[in-house]
């Protein structure tokens, strides 16, 4: 296998995988409020799979010989994303032990970090999504993102301090996280389509 093919396995079987881990840790922190040790490492699961995801589909693009720069950006927008996150959802974490339901400066707290990494998620997204219109791999998931990120972004804004769903609007942050899950079922499909040496297929 020479490098190239070598390379791509690497980013598709590292997309596959950590993209369905972020996406499992997801519904987990959502759906689970306790014990709260447990529920803290799985939101550092999440972060964790989301940055190394990211950094998987900026190799993966820059196998397919992508522009390094836009790629770059975007997946250090979402290691931030998935910074912000993991902090936000200790906070929420810390504040509910001392204060449940917490007063309104306390929830001030975690909705400003809820809306930094909504915006940062954004902006990966909006990147990926730019640089996958000249990808052979992932271009039918171009437009997609493009709409969902600037859509996140738009509704983060307009309801700031507050967040989309706490300001009675739809928090349309799990549509995101969906987008992502698909493009690791792409990865996987790859794979298990050409076990050996992946070629890049036609649009």
Do not use: C, H
Not at 54 to 65: C, D, F, T, Y
Not at 95 to 123: C, F, Q, T
């Amino acid at each position: 296998m020479d490098s190239k093919a070598s390379d791509t396995r690497a980013a598709l079987l590292e997309i596959a995988v950590f993209g369905s881990a972020a996406t499992l840790a997801y519904v987990l922190v959502v759906a689970l409020s306790e014990p709260m040790g447990l529920v803290a490492l799985i939101a550092f699961v999440f972060a964790a799979s989301l940055s190394v995801g990211s950094v998987a589909i900026w190799r993966l693009l820059a196998v397919e010989g992508a522009p390094d720069l836009l790629p770059m950006l975007s997946a250090g927008s979402n290691v931030i994303a998935a910074a912000l996150f993991l902090a936000m959802a200790l906070v929420q974490i810390a504040i509910k032990d001392v204060a449940d339901p917490p007063d309104d400066s306390l929830r001030a707290v975690y909705w400003g970090l809820d809306v930094a990494w909504d915006l940062y998620l954004s902006a990966g997204t909006l990147g990926f999504a730019v640089a996958f219109l000249r990808s052979t791999w992932l271009r039918r998931w171009a437009l997609p993102g493009i709409v969902l990120a600037a859509t996140l972004a738009a509704l983060n804004l307009a309801t700031f301090p507050e967040p989309p769903a706490s300001a009675g609007l739809v928090d349309i942050g799990p549509l995101v996280g969906l987008w992502y899950f698909t493009l690791s079922i792409r990865a996987i499909v790859i794979l298990r389509a050409q076990p050996g040496t992946p070629s890049v297929p036609g649009p």
